[in-house]
Structure formats: C-alpha cells, structure tokens
C-alpha cells in the first residue's frame, strides 16, 4: 500500500505549480526526523548508447548527495529493490549512504516511483524505505525538484 502512497505523492508534486512545490525530503524511517532536503539537480542525458543510461540528475548540498540514473525514455516509473527497474537512487553523505539497490532479504512492502513533467524541467520522487548496505537504517524520500540542463553552445559564425 505504502508503493501507491509514495508514487501518488511524486505525481502530486509534478501537479502543483513549481513555485509551491517543496524539496526532495530524505527522512529517518527510525523517526528522526528530516536528514537533508534537495531544492535543485544537475541533470542531463546520459552518455551511453543503446540501451545505456537516457537520464542523470545530481543535486548536492553540503556534503550530500542525490544521485538518479534512469534508463527508459518513459516520464514515469516505477522503483523497485534492487536495481531490476528501469532506474536506481542513491543518496550519499556523512550519515550514510542508502539506495533501493540494496534489496533486504524479506523486502518489506515498499517501493516508489520517479515522474517527470512534460519537458523533463521538475522530477518527482518517492522511495520508501531505503536501506543502507547492512541494512541497519533505512530512510524515506520523497517531493520534488527542479532539474537545471548545461546551457547549449551557440554556434557561432566563423569570419
């Protein structure tokens, strides 16, 4: 149940106007509290060929880190534990490091989703829970942010 929770509130996050919409919330599954927020990402189309990456958005603060690798071209997935979907998360930083790659072995009910608005400008995320490496703690994400491109080159004239 908790899977069409979160992939409501992605999508839900992508409905409002851009200027109402909050942050990518990373929070303690344990109960304490909110860990970091993301306002913004670095993004842009991958690198590889062919079936290869078609997506990454990086957002950063502090010494945090969210890192999103999405494979299919679609607006909106599904995530799953361990990696078997069309994309993957990581969030990285001096607490830990969690990402639904690592799939416990009696996974619980969870999962998410990522959305993209139309012209790929605002992501939606929600994953819960993830867990670290040892499975020892987990977090909750979830909200939505903006994705900001490289500037395109002009080309300009040669004299």
């Known amino acids: 149940m908790k899977r069409f929770t979160i992939a409501g509130l992605a999508a839900l996050?992508?409905?409002?106007?851009?200027?109402?919409?909050?942050?990518?919330?990373?929070?303690?599954?344990?109960?304490?509290?909110?860990?970091?927020?993301?306002?913004?990402?670095?993004?842009?189309?991958?690198?590889?060929?062919?079936?290869?990456?078609?997506?990454?958005?990086?957002?950063?603060?502090?010494?945090?880190?969210?890192?999103?690798?999405?494979?299919?071209?679609?607006?909106?997935?599904?995530?799953?534990?361990?990696?078997?979907?069309?994309?993957?998360?990581t969030v990285s930083g001096p607490g830990g490091s969690w990402t639904n790659l690592n799939r416990p072995p009696d996974a619980p009910a969870g999962g998410g989703a990522i959305v993209f608005n139309p012209k790929r400008t605002r992501m939606g995320i929600g994953f819960q829970p993830a867990f670290d490496e040892t499975f020892s703690s987990a977090v909750d994400l979830a909200g939505g942010l903006k994705c900001t491109y490289p500037k395109k080159k002009k080309k300009g004239r040669r004299r």
């Open 13 to 89: 996050f992508l409905a409002l106007p851009a200027s109402s919409q909050a942050n990518v919330d990373v929070v303690d599954s344990g109960g304490g509290g909110t860990i970091v927020s993301f306002k913004t990402a670095k993004c842009k189309k991958g690198l590889r060929k062919g079936n290869g990456l078609k997506f990454i958005a990086t957002a950063k603060k502090g010494p945090w880190k969210l890192s999103v690798n999405v494979w299919t071209s679609a607006r909106d997935m599904s995530l799953t534990y361990g990696g078997d979907g069309p994309a993957d998360f």
